[in-house]
């Protein structure tokens, strides 16, 4: 009943920039926060981003200052600008959204699918 696809990971060179996009749809009543997550191979899954929707932010120390998280809440869309990237940024990046759905009682997290971010020379 609900769907988030991701969009915009790929292969970047040290220094470049990627932007990631995810999208929610179906019976979609509210989304409180969004957010990315990463899971780099033989690494636990990470948050690296979360956004409220009063666009309160919250960024894993490595990437402050790199990363900017942002939502379009009539879109129920949220972005990841990733700048100055580094090798150890390499991971599958997931997106993260909060939601209650029309006729639902309570919050649930859903997952998109993933993306693969490689940063290589």
């Known amino acids: 009943q609900v769907q988030l696809v991701e969009s915009g990971g790929g292969l970047v060179q040290p220094g470049g920039s990627l932007r990631l996009s995810c999208a929610a749809s179906?019976?979609?009543?509210?989304?409180?926060?969004m957010g990315w997550y990463r899971q780099a191979p033989g690494q636990q899954r990470e948050l690296v981003a979360a956004?409220?929707?009063?666009?309160?932010?919250n960024y894993l120390d490595s990437v402050k200052g790199r990363f900017t998280i942002s939502r379009d809440n009539a879109k129920n869309t949220v972005y990841l600008q990733m700048n100055s990237l580094k090798p150890e940024d390499t991971a599958v990046y997931y997106c993260n959204a909060r939601i209650l759905t029309l006729g639902g009682l309570r919050n649930v997290d859903y997952w998109g699918q993933g993306t693969q971010v490689t940063v290589s020379s």
């Open positions: 956004i409220t929707s009063g666009s309160n932010t």
């Open positions: 179906g019976s979609i009543f509210s989304i409180t926060v």
